[in-house]
């Protein structure tokens, strides 16, 4: 499969909202629902030579906490993991937005 970057990935706010509440309803209270990656970091990765998009994989660590990491993925759908990668994010909870449909 070729990437393109223009990949279609939109979601509705039902459905979104659908998939929030299935994974908070199967998880316990105080689980960590989401994560910031500020701007910056995820400039920096799609600005890299040949990147068409990002990757997003699911990491914990040594303590238990969730955690994500992301690297940069060319057209050829190959990890940019010797280029910038992102990790250390904000958690939510604690650092969650407003209550909205999303994580409320």
Do not use: W
Request: glycine share 10%; charged share 20%; hydrophobic share 30%.
């Amino acid at each position: 499969m070729t990437f393109t970057g223009n990949e279609d990935h939109s979601i509705t706010l039902p459905e979104a909202a659908h998939l929030t509440k299935n994974y908070r309803d199967n998880n316990p209270t105080g689980a960590t629902l989401g994560h910031y990656f500020g701007e910056k970091a995820i400039l920096k990765i799609l600005a890299q030579e040949s990147c068409v998009g990002i990757r997003i994989y699911y990491a914990q660590k040594d303590d238990g906490t969730k955690q994500l990491v992301i690297t940069g993925v060319n057209a050829n759908g190959d990890d940019l993991y010797t280029g910038v990668l992102a990790e250390k994010s904000q958690l939510c909870p604690p650092y969650c937005g407003g209550s909205n449909s999303l994580n409320s």
